[in-house]
């Protein structure tokens, strides 16, 4: 543990302190309650985050070549993709709270989704459904990569909310410390696989790293950065994915050495691990494929700038034209009826004028 100055009293279950900032708040998990339903900040945050992800895509989806309808099909099988491996893999790995109790594996309103189980299934899911509807999967990976940044950084806030996500003691100016926090070190710390198998100590009367805050900063830069390079630098499709896993990872690699709750197979924390093969993973592909793409030289294009894209887009352009057309056709009188109202085919002169005329000429020829 590290020695600290700070003393933090018994606080109340709502309260959460940043001692050295002198904040002193109180937060509910619940946001609100419908119809004796309690709307939880966890979830209302991860929505948000999932929203604002999905608005900035859809912003840029063009710009990457790609079908707008086609990549919805994908990006909504990725979040169903998603949600589903961030439960399933906290659950797996925390399988022993979640023997016994099996309606409790569907309640996620208390937490209990773990980001590297979320990616590795929206990606499965997403990249699945983008196979089928023939969606390029490279271009598509770098959109929702800067996304899943965007979505990150704000949805880490519900864990602020439901007091975890924490690490261990510190007397950073940043330690934080919260009458739910100091619960959970005394009544359940002792009891993780963490604690049995590091055997690290922990005083719930002294501040702790606010590890989602360290997070939330870290994901929020991280898109502003890739959004820009994307913009000015992107050389090839998928490097903008590559450049994501290889932030992420490396923050996670760092904070998650921090927390105290991390999800643990014998002395390997697993998040940790994965995000040091992300970190690996992303240097070496890069440079193999940075170099690869610099031999191509002018013959390399994005997948923006083909023909196939170019296609595609002029097709997704020409539906919606015609569907707009139908519309507003629709929504429009005719001329036919609008001239039917306002003069009746009996009162029309022009007919009997030519019948005359012609019953005229025929006597005087007659």
């Known amino acids: 543990m590290t020695d600290t100055a700070t003393t933090v009293g018994t606080l109340d279950q709502n309260e959460v302190v940043f001692p050295h900032l002198g904040i002193d708040i109180h937060v509910n998990s619940t946001a609100f309650s419908i119809g004796g339903l309690d709307i939880q900040w966890y979830g209302l945050l991860i929505t948000l985050g999932l929203l604002l992800a999905m608005i ?17 099909d994908a990006v909504i099988g990725g979040i169903i993709g998603g949600i589903v491996g961030a439960r399933a893999y906290y659950v797996i790995l925390e399988w022993d709270t979640y023997a016994g109790d099996w309606k409790s594996i569907f309640n996620l309103r208390q937490g209990g989704l773990a980001i590297y189980g979320g990616i590795i299934g929206a990606l499965l899911v997403g990249c699945t459904v983008a196979k089928f509807r023939k969606v390029r999967i490279l271009p598509l990976l770098d959109i929702v990569g800067i996304g899943f940044l965007l979505g990150q950084g704000i949805g880490r806030w519900g864990n602020f909310f439901n007091q975890e996500a924490f690490g261990r003691n510190t007397d950073s100016f940043l330690g934080m410390s919260g009458g739910q926090i100091q619960n959970w070190i005394t ?64 923050e996670r690699a760092f904070v998650e050495g921090l927390r105290a709750d991390s999800l643990v197979v014998g002395n390997v924390r697993i998040s940790q691990m994965l995000a040091i093969l992300c970190v690996v993973a992303s240097v070496i592909l890069q440079i193999v494929i940075g170099l690869r793409v610099k031999r191509m030289g002018v013959d390399y294009r994005l997948y923006k700038d083909t023909a196939e894209s170019k296609a595609l887009l002029a097709e997704y352009d020409q539906q919606h034209n015609k569907s707009a057309a139908k519309s507003a056709k629709a929504d429009t009188p005719t001329d036919d009826t609008a001239d039917s109202e306002e003069t009746p085919a009996e009162e029309v002169p022009a007919p009997e004028s030519e019948s005359a005329e012609t019953e005229t000429n025929e006597e005087k020829e007659s």
């Not at 859809?58 to 309808?69: C, H, I, S």
């Not at 963490?194 to 606010?210: E, K, L, R, W």
Request: glycine share 8%; with cysteine; net charge positive.
């Open 187 to 250: 009544n359940s710390y002792p009891y993780t696989s963490y604690y049995q198998n590091f055997g690290t100590a922990m005083d719930a009367s002294q501040p702790v790293h606010p590890c989602f805050l360290y997070e939330s900063i870290w994901c929020l830069l991280g898109f502003v950065l890739l959004a820009l390079f994307a913009k000015k630098i992107r050389r090839y499709d998928g490097q903008i994915f590559l450049l994501y896993i290889g932030w992420y990872g490396l």
């Open 56 to 72: 900035y895509a859809f912003a840029q989806v063009r710009k990457y070549g790609l079908n707008p309808d086609r990549f919805l």
